[in-house]
């Protein structure tokens, strides 16, 4: 199965989720390591609100193996 991210999801990001989960005393070591964990942070709320094509909103399961499938890619 092929997962894509629409276009229109692409350019929405939960500016309030994200700024919930970033803390305003939390330091990080170096730019590039924020930047990476920020990313982080907002790829798995697209993933949880079902902008994925392919996965629905909810579906934990189809979350799960998407997460699987960039991990064995990688490896």
């Known amino acids: 199965m092929e997962w894509a991210l629409p276009?229109?999801?692409?350019?929405?990001?939960?500016v309030r989720f994200i700024k919930r989960l970033v803390k305003p005393g939390l330091r990080f070591k170096s730019f590039n390591t924020?930047?990476?964990?920020?990313k982080g942070y907002?790829?798995?709320n697209v993933i949880r609100k079902?902008?994925?094509?392919?996965i629905k909103k909810?579906?934990?399961i189809g979350q799960k193996k998407?997460?699987?499938?960039?991990?064995?890619r990688v490896v």
């Not at 276009?7 to 939960?14: E, F, G, M, P, W």
């Not at 924020?34 to 920020?38: F, G, H, K, P, Q």
């Not at 998407?66 to 064995?72: A, C, K, N, R, V």
């Open 7 to 14: 276009q229109s999801a692409k350019a929405r990001t939960d």
């Open 34 to 38: 924020a930047r990476r964990t920020i």
């Open 42 to 44: 907002e790829m798995m």
């Open 50 to 54: 079902g902008q994925i094509n392919n």
């Open 58 to 60: 909810g579906d934990i």
């Open 66 to 72: 998407f997460i699987e499938s960039l991990f064995e």
